[in-house]
């Protein structure tokens, strides 16, 4: 079959490979929204191969597709061991002591439709304003361990609270494959070691597994993991490679007891080295550790006593290695196969994007469904979404690494020189001039990610909007300082964390 030909006629079978977040994820969801009588969705998992068992922090788009299905939240963390999650402290990330938080939600008010930064920034920088964190309700909940979800409180902060989660990999991964089933997914153990295309037109016709097995599908989505088994081991996709941005291609993560159960602060921490980042991120039964590094610079057995020498409580469990190149596959959706997860693509878990982008993924293959005719048309789009929005996201991770003032190691110092992209280069420049943030195409970060970052990693800009002369200092100074106040006072309101979890989604 061509590009084309058969155009209504419907897809009567998926096959996912792999079944690790990205594969139930994938399964969980598209069981949910095609139920169970449109076509057949089989997943194939072997477990002689992990899966990466990482990608326990969230961004708060999670909570959509938690909705999609129709999880109650409670049930959900009570499952996965989860917390909540209200933003990520970066510590070290350049000389300021104390670091910064980049959090969810918005710093203080726009007024007069500029953005409040710009009011913030005329009077910081004349020392009569504390810390942009000290205008988000998100930063200072969570500095606090404080957490609950948004009350109906008309204009209070405490009616629009975002959040994410904490939470197991492998226990998610569970959870959705429990979902997934009920719903009329089959899974198949099985390992894949052939693929078979067709010779007309190069689609796969078929998967073969290591007991003979011959697995045919109309649409097969490799989950497949970094290896990328049918995009670009059967079908030869082809990658972008993005390591001369992106320096860390390595991580070693190892879980922990907690040193204190009680306290549980709802922030993924992120705490820079002399080469890469060691994330922290608290679950209610541990708190999972991992070490990004730049193999260059540092070997793992360096990394593993580095990450050990800061653990807070013992150890549970044995390193676990990975490796990967940054980039993406130069077609995520390929002839009739979509990769979709680690198979897609990766850049370094930095602002805890990796299981957005599986369930962004999914979102654009739903919208962009084939038909047996698979349109070049819906797959060229696909493409070129997936590649813009991996790469908006990689120039807000590497605008951490490029804008420092560490220069300690050659590390920071390779970080400080190397090149970035034109369009990073003028949203640092635009923010330099006068302030100015915008967020384009949809990317997924907002201005006021945007602002936590460079703000927090100490881009000073020479000036503010002009409209802010338009009020009196005193003007100025009054409402920050009223904004300051109902901050504060909402968060007073806020039970702990700790508190919240034991009475609605205590494990
Ligand atoms: C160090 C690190 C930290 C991360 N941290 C975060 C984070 O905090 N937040 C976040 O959102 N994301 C994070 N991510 C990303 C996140 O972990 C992944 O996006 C997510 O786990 C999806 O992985 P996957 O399912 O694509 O691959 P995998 O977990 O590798 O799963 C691959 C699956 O394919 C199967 N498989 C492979 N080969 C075969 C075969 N031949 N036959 C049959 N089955 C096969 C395996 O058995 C497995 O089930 C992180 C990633 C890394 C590397």
Redesign the pocket.
Known sequence: MTVGENKQQKINKVVI???????WMTAAALAKVLGKNYCKIQL???????????????IPQISLFNKILGIDENEFVKQTQGTFKLGIEFLNWNKKKGGYMHPFGDHGRSMHAIQFHHYWLKMFNQGLAPDLEQYSLAAVAAREGKFMRSQNMGDSPLSDINYAFHFD?TLYAKYLRKFAEKRGVTRTE????DVSLRDSDGFIDSVILEDGQRINADLFID?????G?LIEKALNTGFEDWSDLLPCDS?V?IPCKPKDPDKLYPF?QSKAQKAGWI?R?PLQHRIGN?Y?YPSKYISDEEAVDILTAQLEGEVIGKPNF?R?KTGIRKKTWNKNCVA????AG?V??LE???????QSAIAKLMALFPHQGFNQIDIDTFNKQSKTELEYIRDFIVLHYKVTDRDDSEFWRHCQSMKVSERLQAKIDLYQANGRIYREDNELFNETSWLSVMNGQGLVPSGYHPFVDALTDEDIDNRLKHIHKVIQKSVDVMPLQTDFINENCKA
């Open positions: 490979v792999g079944g690790g977040s990205a594969g194939i998992e072997s477990d002689q191969i992990n899966t990466v068992s990482v990608g326990e922090a969230t990999a099985g390992k894949v070691v989950c497949s993991g970094f290896k088994l991580a993560a993924t994330w991120i991992g990004v990975l990967w979709i997860g680690l198979s990766f370094e878990p805890s994007t990796g299981l957005h982008l599986i």
